[in-house]
């Protein structure tokens, strides 16, 4: 996971933008639940 992360996000630093790398890295859209459900907000799965 380290080595991907190097890979999609550090390496590449502000060549593409920042969508791009992060779906690069999680193959996904990011969602706001993780926040959501550490504030309290969302109730756990």
């Known amino acids: 996971?380290?080595?991907a992360?190097?890979?999609a996000i550090l390496e590449v630093g502000g060549s593409r933008p920042a969508m791009a790398s992060f779906k690069a890295?999680?193959?996904r859209e990011?969602?706001?639940d993780a926040l959501l459900r550490h504030q309290g907000m969302l109730q756990a799965r």
């Open 1 to 3: 996971t380290g080595r």
């Open 30 to 32: 990011p969602t706001i």
């Open 5 to 7: 992360y190097r890979r």
């Open 25 to 27: 890295f999680r193959g």
